[in-house]
Every structure is written in structure tokens, then in C-alpha cells.
């Protein structure tokens, strides 16, 4: 990264166990004293297309694992298919990430816990991180 470059890192992480009113993550990570979350949402896509996308999260020890399936309601292009997909978010290591930062000659300009600003502690919902190349 070239001088005066700005690095932004931006991880959620759910497995803080963060309350389920937080909109600091997506309703599909929000775990409050459960570790499996099923729900949905809906896209409107056109006037005459909406997107459903329903989901099952499962709280794992080192990721949450989400199995999202899609459908169409309305009058879908004739291309389109309904289609299930699984995702993961994986744990990070805090402490490996602001190592790497620091080898790489990065200077970490900001460290937070959410986006109102509040530190960033173990117990926090994000981890949010400005550096710098100096």
C-alpha cells in the first residue's frame, strides 16, 4: 500500500452473543441465547417481483453456517430460478489481524466495537479497524 494509504476492515461478530434488537448485524447473525435463528425477508425487486430470502443460521464454535434460500413471488423474468445457497462466517483472531497490520508497517488509526463508536472489547459485535500506511 502506498504512503498515506487507508486500510478499513469491517467483521462482524456474531458469536458475542449480541442483543437481538443491535442493528450492528444482519438479523440472520443476531444470536441472543441460541445458537440456530430461522427467519426471512423480502426484496422487493419490481412492481411485480419480490425476492424472498429465508434463512437458517446455526451458531457453530468457529463460524456461523447459513443456509439461505431464495424465491421469486410475482411475475419472474423467464430466466429465473428459485436457488438455495450456504454461506459462513468464520471467527477472526483480533489479535493475529492487528499483528499482521502491524508487520506489514500499518499503523492502526481507529480500533471499534459498532459504528455509534464505542471501543472495541472481546465482547463486541464488530470489529471495526482504520490503519494506516505512515
Known amino acids: 500500500m502506498a504512503g498515506g494509504g487507508i486500510l478499513y476492515l469491517d467483521v462482524?461478530?456474531?458469536?458475542?452473543?449480541?442483543?437481538?434488537?443491535?442493528?450492528?448485524?444482519?438479523?440472520?447473525l443476531r444470536f441472543t441465547g441460541t445458537t440456530r435463528l430461522?427467519?426471512?425477508?423480502?426484496?422487493?425487486?419490481?412492481q411485480d417481483l419480490r425476492i424472498r430470502r429465508s434463512y437458517t443460521s446455526t451458531l457453530l464454535?468457529?463460524?456461523?453456517a447459513v443456509h439461505f434460500r431464495y424465491q421469486a413471488?410475482?411475475?419472474?423474468?423467464s430466466d429465473w430460478q428459485d436457488f438455495e445457497v450456504d454461506a459462513s462466517w468464520r471467527k477472526v483472531d483480533v489479535a493475529s489481524v492487528l499483528g499482521?497490520?502491524?508487520?506489514n508497517h500499518l499503523t492502526v488509526v481507529s480500533l471499534l466495537g459498532d459504528y455509534a463508536g464505542t471501543p472495541y472489547t472481546t465482547g463486541s459485535a464488530r470489529f471495526i479497524c482504520i490503519a494506516a500506511a505512515l
Open 100 to 103: 499482521a497490520l502491524k508487520q
Open 61 to 64: 464454535p468457529d463460524r456461523v
Open 38 to 46: 430461522r427467519g426471512s425477508s423480502d426484496i422487493q425487486a419490481s
Open 12 to 28: 462482524a461478530m456474531p458469536w458475542t452473543m449480541t442483543p437481538a434488537a443491535a442493528c450492528h448485524l444482519a438479523p440472520f
Open 73 to 77: 413471488d410475482g411475475n419472474p423474468a
